[in-house]
């Protein structure tokens, strides 16, 4: 059967956005020095999970579901952000004491004595005024809705 075109780049944004978003972190984090929260952390799993389910449909029927399922991690991602953003701005609690050390390589003690904590409730870096966890929820969101709304509901790709 003949694979419709939107199904092509619905698989795409499924394997595209959160490889962008993973790397856009990790460019942050080691180029920049913006060492990920635990609550950073915690959006980074679904997106991991969404770039092996969009793997998976280039190779295992039924394509569909798999796209499918990696816009539900990328949701989940970005409902993390929203949730991690209210947190930054101090709209809610979070729900742990959330801080993580930025372990240095070398002798493992003495980084973690000396390192700083990153905190889950200060921002560190903003663009426009929003947040990493921010522009996460902005970018999943709008990405998981055209995901599925690119998605046709009655071929069998």
């Known amino acids: 059967m ?23 972190a990790y460019v942050s984090q080691y180029g920049f020095g913006l060492f990920p929260c635990e609550m950073c952390w915690w959006q980074r799993y679904p997106h991991f999970a969404a770039i092996a389910l969009a793997l998976l449909s280039y190779f295992a029927p039924p394509k569909k579901l798999w796209i499918a399922l990696a816009a539900v991690a990328i949701l989940v991602s970005g409902l993390i952000g929203g949730f991690h953003a209210g947190v930054e701005y101090k709209w809610w609690e979070g729900i742990t004491d959330c801080a ?55 071929d069998r790709s």
């Open 2 to 24: 003949i694979e419709a075109p939107s199904t092509r780049l619905a698989q795409r944004l499924a394997l595209g956005i959160p490889a962008l978003l993973i790397g856009g």
């Open 100 to 154: 993580t050390t930025n372990a240095a390589e070398g002798d493992a003690l003495e980084a973690i004595f000396n390192a700083p904590l990153t905190r889950c409730d200060e921002a560190p870096w903003t663009l426009l005024g929003i947040s990493l966890a921010g522009w996460n929820f902005l970018i999943s969101m709008v990405s998981a809705i055209a995901i599925f709304s690119l998605l046709p509901g009655k």
